[in-house]
T-cell receptor, first 114, second 112 residues
Framework: EPEVTQTPSHQVTQMGQEVILRCVPI?????FYWYRQILGQKVEFLVS????????KSEIFDDQFSVERPDGSNFTLKIRSTKLEDSAMYFCASNLDRGLGEQFFGPGTRLTVL | GQQLNQSPQSMFIQEGEDVSMNCTSS?????WLWYKQEPGEGPVLLIA?????ELTSNGRLTAQFGITRKDSFLNISASIPSDVGIYFC????????????FGTGTRLQVTL
């Protein structure tokens, strides 16, 4: 069964460093998302992406964040200058048709900022 | 921002018992989804609901889309140990890039 994959599974970085989190969405899906989950809390929306541009972003997704689909398969989230409060699980999700609602999530990348 | 409140916050039940949990919102959603999350993993989709009043089953799981469109319910029958995890509801409005708004979660523990 097709699935969303994410790398790395765990990233440790120093405050102020740039990180890139990578995702490979399900191959025929057209809509891509990033969410984050701070330890013990609910999952929060960051950004949605369709047709090579951002569709919507939350207030969390400030100018330190960017997303890119550099080729036909990868979808990346970049944090330019990490802060301690960026420590969280970051989940990529994809769906085929934005009207259908069924978003499929990857296993996540645990980001730890020291 | 919008808040989806789930209750109960946590449940401790015995294997074989039935479980009910719900999710309420102050605003309307067009789609409701239920996800299960196990430690260190991503949310796994259990059930999706698209119409007010809809009742949908997936094995031992049954979910309902409330008629007011502001709530949803999930039932698990005859619980087993592998049902342990956190159950999240998520609401979605079409026409807003389909972002999901997640609930606060219900943590389920099953004892033998």
């Amino acid at each position: 069964e097709p699935e969303v994959t994410q790398t790395p599974s765990h990233q440790v970085t120093q405050m102020g460093q740039e990180v890139i989190l990578r995702c490979v969405p399900i191959s025929n899906h057209l809509y891509f998302y990033w969410y984050r989950q701070i330890l013990g809390q609910k999952v929060e929306f960051l950004v949605s992406f369709y047709n090579n541009e951002i569709s919507e972003k939350s207030e969390i997704f400030d100018d330190q964040f960017s997303v890119e689909r550099p080729d036909g398969s990868n979808f990346t989230l970049k944090i330019r200058s990490t802060k301690l409060e960026d420590s969280a699980m970051y989940f990529c999700a994809s769906n085929l048709d934005r009207g259908l609602g069924e978003q499929f999530f990857g296993p996540g990348t645990r980001l730890t900022v020291l | 921002g919008q808040q989806l409140n789930q209750s109960p916050q946590s449940m401790f039940i015995q294997e074989g018992e039935d479980v009910s949990m719900n999710c309420t919102s102050s605003s309307i959603f067009n789609t409701w989804l239920w996800y299960k999350q196990e430690p260190g993993e991503g949310p796994v989709l259990l059930i999706a609901l698209y119409k007010a009043g809809e009742l949908t089953s997936n094995g031992r799981l049954t979910a309902q889309f409330g008629i007011t469109r502001k709530d949803s319910f999930l039932n698990i029958s005859a619980s087993i140990p592998s049902d342990v995890g956190i159950y999240f509801c998520a609401g979605q409005r079409t026409g807003t890039a389909s972002k999901l708004t997640f609930g606060t979660g219900t943590r389920l523990q099953v004892t033998l």
